[in-house]
């Protein structure tokens, strides 16, 4: 199935009445609460996603600020968005979907076979002349189960392990991966062997993701050749997925370390690295 879905091809969708949903993920560090944005904004028909409590189970301790959802809790935020078996699901932000592909990540590791993500986001939306709404949209209930599954997926040692047999990928930006600055986790650094590669170098100057061929070069340089294994983590998980799904329009497998750095850095017994090379 496609991972992208272009602002004039989901308009002629929602136009045409093809069985779509729309989710709006509105999120970022700095504002946490994207319910204002999309309610003076959206796209129409769009439901917004809390991605803090609907993406994320904050009463798991010890994995990490954004610990995944259980299956049921997934589901039931799932039938909340109005997703029904066989819709097709287009996730989108204002952040060049690097919120937006945690719910997207959420959505294939659930079952769900086709969940795209609006390929740059609410920008591309406007600037192809497209109509937003305001308020709020509350859609009838779905039937959607979740499933968890369908995406690879590892945990903290596997984390520490996998330098080791394949490349770990860093996705926060290049100066937390050094150990320069930490403006959240208790420790600055990034995980021993792991290589940085900030999701930010995935997308175009217009916020767009870049060409599967522009996408490959990219991750070769770091060190993803010769089908080696494929990880990736940031913060908490939520950047990590944008990684995923740019390894994925690159044609390369990979699976997300959901506790990422906010749970690496709390637990003590985890050895940190700092500076410019992995390592």
Not at 116 to 141: I, K
Not at 163 to 192: Q, S, T
Not at 222 to 238: I, L, M, Q, R
């Amino acid at each position: 199935m496609p991972i992208l879905i272009t602002a004039d091809d989901l308009a002629a969708r929602l136009a045409s009445g093809e069985r779509t949903v729309v989710l709006d993920v509105r999120w970022s560090l700095a504002e946490p609460d994207g319910t204002e944005a999309y309610r003076a904004g959206h796209v129409p028909g769009a439901v917004y996603v809390d991605l803090d409590h609907e993406l994320a189970d904050h009463d798991v301790a010890g994995q990490g600020r954004h610990p995944l959802p259980t299956e049921a809790a997934f589901t039931r935020a799932m039938q909340r968005w109005g997703v029904c078996d066989g819709d097709t699901v287009v996730v989108m932000d204002d952040l060049g979907n690097q919120s937006s592909a945690r719910a997207w990540w959420l959505l294939r590791h659930a079952g769900v076979a086709d969940a795209r993500m609006l390929d740059g986001g609410l920008t591309a939306w406007r600037g192809a002349g497209h109509p937003l709404e305001t308020g709020d949209v509350v859609r009838e209930s779905g039937d959607a189960a979740a499933h968890f599954g369908s995406m690879p997926v590892i945990d903290i040692d596997e984390a520490a392990a996998f330098p080791d047999a394949g490349v770990l990928l860093d996705a926060r930006g290049a100066p937390r991966y050094r150990g320069e600055v930490e403006p959240i986790d208790p420790r600055a650094g990034h995980i021993p062997g792991a290589r940085s590669a900030p999701s930010s170098e995935n997308l175009d100057a217009g916020g767009r993701f870049k060409s599967a061929e522009a996408l490959r070069e990219h991750f070769a340089a770091v060190g993803v050749t010769g089908g080696a294994p494929v990880a990736a983590y940031c913060g908490s998980g939520v950047t990590a997925a944008h990684e995923v799904a740019a390894l994925a329009i690159a044609g390369i497998d990979a699976a997300l370390y959901p506790g990422s750095w906010s749970q690496w850095s709390n637990d003590d017994s985890r050895a940190v690295a700092v500076g410019p090379d992995a390592g």
